[in-house]
């Protein structure tokens, strides 16, 4: 069989990155040899610490760069700071997100457009971005999903239905940056709790519906993130349930 070629000299760009599974995202294609641009929009602190970190185990191999991913104008300048420090970008790692309740009756026109833009528009605006840099590395893109894409999260419909239109873009972007760019999905389910609005007894509630009667881990989602930028030659378009079974029937 043949060995897995390592990242070496690759450059990984990550939004959200300073933070939760983006950093652990960032750590574990950085443990694997690449070089990591860690995106972040208000978070510097996380940022910096994260990649002084990395650095201090491989000299410059990991920057922090702030962008608000909704102000789709300065994603080019974004995408040629990325290019610039390592003089390619070879991986694209939309993680970024917003995640809270809408109840209906209480939807705003900002609830719609903040959660729209950072879950769906930002992705397929930086990727668009991104697209010549990643054409000439034969590059990939991973979409961080979730599997409320496919079935709805009560209160969430806003949500919801903004990553059902990022698991569409997924493969439409797969089909038209063919044969040159391979772009791919990660769905987590029960990962990492949100850091409030959800109570002992929904979290209880949501494990009940687990096969695997337990909740992931963020290392979960960074190793399925590496087998689809490493290993996956042949894969594109698809998109991986991380859940633990979740979401073949709750």
């Known amino acids: 069989m ?57 000299p410059d191999s990991a920057m922090p ?33 917003s995640f809270y309740p809408t109840p209906l009756g209480d939807i705003t026109e900002n609830h719609w457009d903040d959660l729209l833009d950072a879950n769906l528009k930002a992705p397929l605006f930086l990727t668009q971005a991104a697209m010549p840099q990643l054409k000439l590395a034969r590059g990939v893109v991973i979409n961080i999903v979730d599997i409320h894409s496919q079935r709805p999260l009560k209160d969430h419909a806003v949500y919801g239905s903004a990553k059902a239109g990022l698991a569409m873009l997924t493969r439409s972007l797969a089909k038209d940056l063919a044969p040159d760019i391979r772009v791919n999905g990660v769905s987590p389910g029960a990962i990492m709790w949100p850091e409030a609005g959800l109570s002992e007894a929904a979290k209880e509630s949501i494990l009940q519906q687990v096969p695997l009667a337990r909740a992931g881990y963020a290392s979960d989602i960074a190793g399925c993130v590496l087998y689809l930028v490493r290993d996956a030659s042949y894969v594109t378009g698809q998109i991986i349930a991380v859940d633990g079974g979740r979401s073949i029937g709750w």
């Open 65 to 97: 760069i702030q962008a608000d991913l909704a102000e789709t104008a300065n994603l080019p300048k974004l995408v040629a700071s990325a290019t610039a420090w390592h003089g390619s970008l070879d991986v694209l790692i939309n993680n970024a997100s």
């Open 2 to 58: 043949t060995k897995p070629c390592n990242l070496n000299g690759k450059v990984a760009l990550i939004t959200g990155a300073a933070r939760r599974i983006g950093a652990e995202i960032c750590r574990r294609l950085h443990a694997d040899g690449a070089n990591i641009v860690v995106h972040y929009r208000g978070s510097a602190a996380e940022a910096t610490a994260l990649c002084e970190q990395l650095n201090t185990l491989r």
